[in-house]
């Protein structure tokens, strides 16, 4: 019903920007907030960024002032401007999105399939 694709992932440089976007497709109703999260091996998912309708922001501590979050509320569509990467920067990035679809529904999270940043030199 509803799919989160995620682009923009790779391979870095120390120093180094990326740009991650993540488009919400299906029956969408309205999308209450979108973010990202991140896994690192053998970590925990950690939130990075999200993003209200009402246009709060929210960051971790280790990304603040590096990393920007920013939406196309038209194309239900969030980005995330990741500069002066770190190699502890290095994860797969999940898109997530809270939203309630067309018709009888309930509001609940959906996730992108995961998208592999490296930082690395």
């Known amino acids: 019903q509803v799919q989160l694709v995620e682009s923009g992932g790779g391979l870095v440089q120390p120093g180094g920007s990326l740009r991650l976007s993540c488009a919400a497709s299906?029956?969408?109703?309205?999308?209450?907030?979108m973010g990202w999260y991140r896994q690192a091996p053998g970590k925990q998912r950690e939130l990075v960024a999200s993003?209200?309708?009402?246009?709060?922001?929210n960051y971790a501590d280790s990304v603040k002032g590096r990393f920007t979050i920013s939406r196309e509320n038209a194309k239900n569509t969030v980005y995330m401007q990741m500069n002066s990467l770190k190699p502890e920067d290095t994860a797969v990035y999940y898109c997530?999105?809270?939203?309630?679809?067309?018709?009888?529904?309930?509001?609940?999270?959906?996730w992108g399939q995961g998208i592999q940043v490296t930082v690395s030199s």
């Open positions: 997530n999105a809270d939203l309630r679809t067309v018709g009888p529904s309930s509001r609940r999270d959906y």
């Open positions: 993003s209200t309708s009402g246009g709060s922001t």
């Open positions: 299906g029956r969408i109703f309205s999308i209450y907030a």
